[in-house]
Structures are given as C-alpha cells and as structure tokens.
C-alpha cells in the first residue's frame, strides 16, 4: 500500500519558516491530488493547501499569501513552506495523497508532523 511520511515540523517562533516534506512512496501511478491538513486541539481537521498533478493550488483562506504548496512529482513529494507563522498555524500537520479512478487508486494519509508556533 501506499505509504507518506512527513517531516519538517517543529518549534518556531511567531513570524518564523518552516518547510514541512511529505515523500509518497509505494505506487508506479502519478498522484491526482497531494495536500496539507492540519488539526489543532478540540479542532476538526481542515484543509490547509491542495496541488493537483497540473500544478493548480487551493489554500485555506487564513494561510493565503504565507504558505506554499508545491509538489515534485518525479519524486512523488509535496512540500508546504510556511512564511509569517503565527501561534494559531499551531497543529498536527498531514499530508494526503489521493488517486482517484478505475486504475490504482488509493486515498493515503500520513501520521502527522507537529508544528508549534510560540509567542
């Protein structure tokens, strides 16, 4: 099965970077859609950013203008660079790999890297 393992998380002060990695591996087949899903204490899970395989981006309107999706499909990696952090980017960040069709589909989920933005 497809496996994602994250790295890149840590603690950072307000206005700070990071650059969150998530490496897919396990599949010959492209990946449709990669994103960033975040989820802080007594929060539901939310979309962060989405990049498509054609390189078309969404992001979560607290996050536009800071964060940066980007994928490296040749290596199956999804990135998030994360400018001007601030404590309430504070959350369990994972990364999502989706193929959706009739030939080797999967819906995979990583175990989550913390990221903890102090003031």
């Known amino acids: 099965q497809v496996q994602l393992v994250e790295s890149g998380g840590g603690l950072v002060q307000a206005g700070g970077s990071l650059r969150l990695s998530c490496a897919a591996s396990?599949?010959?087949?492209?990946?449709?859609?990669m994103a960033w899903y975040r989820q802080a204490p007594g929060k539901q899970r939310e979309l962060v950013a989405a990049?498509?395989?054609?390189?078309?981006?969404n992001y979560a309107d607290s996050v536009k203008g800071r964060f940066t999706i980007s994928r490296d499909n040749a290596q199956n990696t999804v990135y998030l660079q994360m400018n001007s952090l601030k404590p309430e980017d504070t959350a369990v960040y994972y990364c999502?790999?989706?193929?959706?069709?009739?030939?080797?589909?999967?819906?995979?989920w990583g175990q989550g890297t913390l990221v903890t933005v102090s003031s």
């Open positions: 990049i498509t395989s054609g390189d078309n981006t």
């Open positions: 999502n790999a989706h193929r959706f069709g009739p030939v080797g589909p999967f819906n995979a």
């Open positions: 396990g599949t010959i087949f492209s990946i449709n859609l």
